[in-house]
């Protein structure tokens, strides 16, 4: 099964793919926003969603560690690596205190904040295009707007996150 998905929130990301698992529908790819699943037993896999150093890349290291505690690296795309581990293996963290939550959610807030500002400038390029008449800037000035604004919203949600645990 084959389905379509935009998501900038790794969080929600994660939560869509755990109820995709409890339905028994495992995830074995991702691209431009089509998910790929496979059937599998209703909750057999647990979801995690990580935030990599670098573009399409996992250190051997990482993976070792990943190995280690039980996980699999199902998908790598940009610097979001989709992990899962079996159910049966019990719960499945990445993050468990405080310290590192908030250091990861500040790397995603700032990734967030490069690329919303990358897709602005791009859209503002588009706009001096349309300015000049050309009318087949109009799709890219309105699908460049939404991503920045995604982008905007997104890292504003991922402050709210870092302050909530800043304050626990």
């Given at each position: ?12 990301e ?15 790819g ?10 599998c ?11 990599g ?8 290291e ?8 039980g ?17 049966a ?17 500040t ?62």
């Amino acid at each position: 099964m084959i389905k379509f998905r935009l998501y900038l929130n790794k969080d929600k990301e994660t939560e869509w793919l755990n109820s995709m698992v409890r339905k028994g529908w495992a995830l074995t790819g991702f691209k431009l926003g089509f998910y790929t699943f496979s059937p599998c037993e209703p909750g057999e896999y647990i979801y995690q969603i990580d935030f990599g150093d670098k573009l399409y890349f996992a250190s051997e290291e990482y993976r070792e560690l990943m190995s280690d505690v039980g996980a699999e690296i199902v998908v790598l795309w940009g610097w979001w690596i989709i992990l899962r581990r079996k159910a049966a293996e019990g719960p499945f963290e990445l993050y468990t205190d405080r310290e590192s939550m908030i250091e990861h959610y500040t790397k995603i807030r700032q990734m967030l904040i490069a690329v919303g500002i990358i897709e602005t400038v791009c859209m503002l390029m588009q706009v001096m295009a349309l300015i000049q008449g050309e009318m087949i800037a109009v799709f890219t000035t309105v699908l460049l707007s939404a991503f920045a604004v995604g982008c905007a919203k997104t890292a504003y949600e991922m402050e709210k996150v870092i302050s909530r645990l800043k304050q626990e």
